[in-house]
């Protein structure tokens, strides 16, 4: 099993930045594949982005150019910079993780931009 904890979230305004943070803890795999998503109000839950253990990256067209998705392997942490915000960004982030053909999530954290 693997347990991921999200937090950074909060209030931010419009053109703000944020970093959030993912702690993965369990039985964490030396290969594997992190990514955020995020579910706004009456919406489904979108991809974001997503870093493999090498660092190879893919992102949304959403968050492309204002999003960046990092890895910190030691301290199995992923990371998701957050810049120039949009009120559309307001949503729940989850963090997930895959491996072994297992999908896990977090609790998520929200993130609430004002205009």
């Known amino acids: 099993q693997v347990q991921l904890v999200e937090s950074g979230g909060g209030l931010v305004q419009a053109g703000g930045s944020l970093r959030l943070s993912c702690a993965a803890s369990g039985s964490i795999w030396s290969s594997n594949v992190m990514g955020w998503y995020r579910q706004a109000p009456g919406k489904q839950r979108e991809f974001l982005a997503r870093?493999?253990?090498?660092?190879?990256?893919n992102y949304a067209d959403s968050g492309k150019g204002r999003f960046t998705i990092s890895r910190d392997n030691a301290k199995n942490t992923v990371y998701l910079q957050m810049n120039s915000l949009k009120p559309e960004d307001t949503a729940v982030y989850y963090c997930n993780c895959q491996q072994g053909g297992n999908y896990y999530w977090g609790q998520g954290t929200l993130v609430t931009v004002s205009s």
């Open positions: 870093i493999s253990s090498g660092g190879g990256t």
